[in-house]
């Protein structure tokens, strides 16, 4: 069985994973207005990779470039560029409510993906907690017919290749630096948008300030995403740590009330009780594993 403390990490790393991307998610969103999508990913990949050069370089990360050829990261760096692609052209097109109930549908996908192609036993009360929680999700979003459309199949095309870029994260070998995947990313997607601009005709204009910071301030959320994204794959088991996903929904609440001062209403905060509750049962069940195993060892 998976230590406890594994699992913690995982949990607390895709918790603050979900809410470094959902604020880069929300500043590109606002940057739109005045940048088309290849521009922006061209700018905020810039970015990130020349902020992260002084910190590979410093840990040494440089020094495994040799290691990055392989093809577990060769798929992830794809699936990533593909599903940065996919994810932002819904998000600028569709509701952000309705696009964060397709993006729910991760944590099913995943654990799937674990149980069938690595061998996960995944036990039937955890996937009821998965469940739980997309329901509580679900009560929290309520999203409208009238918001999907043809988007709504992007959206779900780019959650395909996020489960894709989880499930090489996780085959992955763990001497490669997070720092080194992070940058190489990071490159690889800011090579993308002019190429992407390129196919789709942009017109891009000079940034503004406003742009500017916009897209600096992703870059560094994006940084942070990057690096708790492949840091929580690599640790704990992928069904525990599955139901802690939709934390991204309860993220969102906060951000939509700091920033926009919206008040949650009845339903949001019934399905902000049903996370929490599937978390928490989630949690000391685990932990309650995890000491009857010690107490057995003692036993012995």
Not at 14 to 23: G, H, K, R
Not at 159 to 183: E, K, N, P, Q, Y
Request: aromatic share 12%; net charge positive.
């Amino acid at each position: 069985m998976t230590p406890f403390r594994e699992n913690l990490r995982g949990i607390i790393g895709v918790s603050v994973c979900n809410l470094l991307f959902l604020i880069n998610d929300t500043m590109l969103k606002v940057a739109n207005s005045e940048m088309p999508l290849g521009q922006l990913l061209f700018v905020r990949g810039l970015f990130a990779a020349v902020l992260l050069v002084p910190f590979v370089v410093a840990t040494g990360a440089h020094r495994q470039f040799g290691l990055i050829w392989n093809w577990p990261l060769f798929w992830r760096t794809v699936s990533e560029i593909l599903a940065a692609i996919l994810f932002l052209t819904a998000l600028f097109q569709m509701p952000i409510g309705n696009i964060n109930a397709i993006l729910q549908v991760v944590p099913l996908m995943v654990t799937a993906c674990a149980a069938v192609f690595l061998g996960e036993y995944i036990g039937w009360r955890r996937w009821l907690a998965i469940g739980i929680g997309f329901t509580g999700v679900l009560i929290i979003i309520r999203p409208g017919l009238e918001g999907f459309n043809v988007f709504s199949l992007v959206a779900l095309a780019a959650m395909g290749f996020i489960t894709l870029r989880d499930m090489t994260t996780r085959v992955m070998s763990r001497a490669i630096s997070a720092l080194l995947i992070a940058f190489v990313t990071a490159i690889a997607v800011c090579l993308t948008g002019p190429v992407l601009g390129l196919v789709l005709r942009e017109t891009w204009a000079p940034v503004s300030l406003q742009g500017f910071v916009l897209t600096a301030g992703a870059a560094v959320f994006l940084i942070g995403g990057y690096l708790t994204a492949v840091d929580f794959m690599r640790h704990g088991d992928i069904s525990v740590i599955a139901p802690f996903r939709y934390s991204v929904v309860l993220w969102a609440i906060l951000v939509g009330f700091l920033v926009w001062g919206e008040v949650p209403d009845l339903p949001m905060l019934i399905g902000t009780v049903v996370i929490v509750a599937t978390g928490i049962y989630t949690f000391h069940r685990e932990r309650r594993l995890a000491q009857i195993i010690v107490e057995s060892d003692v036993d012995r």
